[in-house]
């Protein structure tokens, strides 16, 4: 047992072994007590969640803007106003998303008066002033649009990514400009590599005395087995009230081909979660209704519950080989093309 004068464990990020486990209690006490809260409330059936300190309310589920871009155009537009009329309002893109086709192809939809149904979230990969500001205005050219309702700093997958961000001259200077000119309205950032690399994001914000709005990370019924951003993550953003975007529930369907759990266990899995949105990836109106029809009028699942679904998958999810976002290259853009980095 430790001493009186003994310094308490620390993570790579600061933050003590004591202190994660206390985070931790915040989380479950949010799903024991229903202290979250989990619908703020309900449009066409589907529940809506408050996003963090913003207050805005968000769709249980949103539309991942990396699968629009692999169907036809017409299949995309297709997707997106049906989402939109069947009460889902949360819409994800990025700058890179399939060379920038998913962005324009999104912009197509939102015509028509569908943007005003939308909360509309994209991302950029640059890390220096220049290259964010480019970045950002190339998205808001193709969206169609002046301003998103949240931009994104993506694929934070490197330990140097947020000092590169918050450095003199660096992507958020150009990021907070672009949001006093009423190019954007809430800040946040996204990855899917390692717990660590999240929590030092927080903590450099902390450093710089920098509060994000958001985070995006992936919460699946894998992810507890292996890095897991629900144990380690989760319950820090919750304490400090962000609002928290949980993105690959299917794991870009690799999940699934463990066998170890269908398509709707993992939907209801990641909505039982105390998060601010679940992001899947719809390729067609048949994905769509799917997640549209676990959404409707969800209840959570209990804790009992949840423990058994991470039990289903634990002997298959110890080495992370069906979340490869974690273990591979796979996922990551900016890796295979660093220049957009900046």
């Not at 006490?29 to 202290?35: D, E, K, N, Q, V």
């Not at 949103?62 to 819409?91: C, K, P, Y």
């Not at 985070?215 to 019924?221: A, E, K």
Request: glycine residues 10%; hydrophobic residues 40%.
């Amino acid at each position: 047992m430790p001493g009186p004068h003994d310094k308490p464990e620390e993570t790579s990020s600061g933050v003590t072994r004591r202190q994660l486990l206390e985070l931790s209690a915040v989380a479950a006490m949010a799903l024991s007590t229903g202290s979250f809260a989990w619908a703020a409330e309900v449009k066409q059936g589907i529940p809506y969640r408050t996003l963090g300190r913003t207050g805005e309310k968000v769709s249980l589920v949103g539309v991942g803007g990396a699968h629009i871009g692999r169907v036809s155009e017409q299949e995309s537009l297709q997707i997106v106003r049906a989402a939109l009329d069947r009460g889902i309002n949360f819409l994800d893109n990025s700058w890179d998303y399939n060379d920038g086709k998913s962005e324009e192809w999104m912009g197509k939809a939102l015509k028509d008066g569908y943007c005003q149904k939308a909360f509309l979230m994209t991302k950029i990969d640059g890390r220096t002033g220049g290259s964010a500001a480019k970045q950002l205005d190339e998205s808001l050219k193709r969206l169609q649009v002046d301003h998103v309702d949240l931009l994104q700093f993506h694929e934070i997958i490197r330990m140097n990514d947020p000092d590169r961000i918050f450095a003199p001259g660096g992507a958020l200077e150009a990021v907070l400009a672009a949001k006093k000119a009423g190019k954007l309205r809430y800040i946040g950032f996204t990855g899917h590599k390692d717990p660590q690399i999240h929590l030092h994001m927080l903590k450099t914000a902390a450093d710089h005395e920098f509060h994000f709005d958001t985070v995006q990370m992936p919460l699946n019924v894998m992810d507890t087995h292996y890095k897991s951003f629900e144990t380690l993550v989760l319950p820090v953003a919750l304490q400090q009230g962000i609002g928290v975007l949980g993105m690959k529930p299917i794991g870009d369907h690799i999940i699934l081909e463990s066998k170890a759990v269908t398509p709707v266990e993992c939907l209801r899995y990641a909505m039982s979660l105390p998060v601010s949105v679940v992001i899947t990836g719809i390729d067609s109106l048949a994905i769509l209704e799917q997640a549209v029809h676990v959404a409707s009028g969800f209840q959570p699942l209990s804790g009992t519950e949840l423990a058994a679904l991470r039990a289903k998958t634990q002997a298959v999810a110890q080495t992370g080989q069906y979340e490869l976002y974690k273990t591979s290259h796979h996922f990551d853009t900016t890796e295979k093309k660093p220049e957009y980095l900046g």
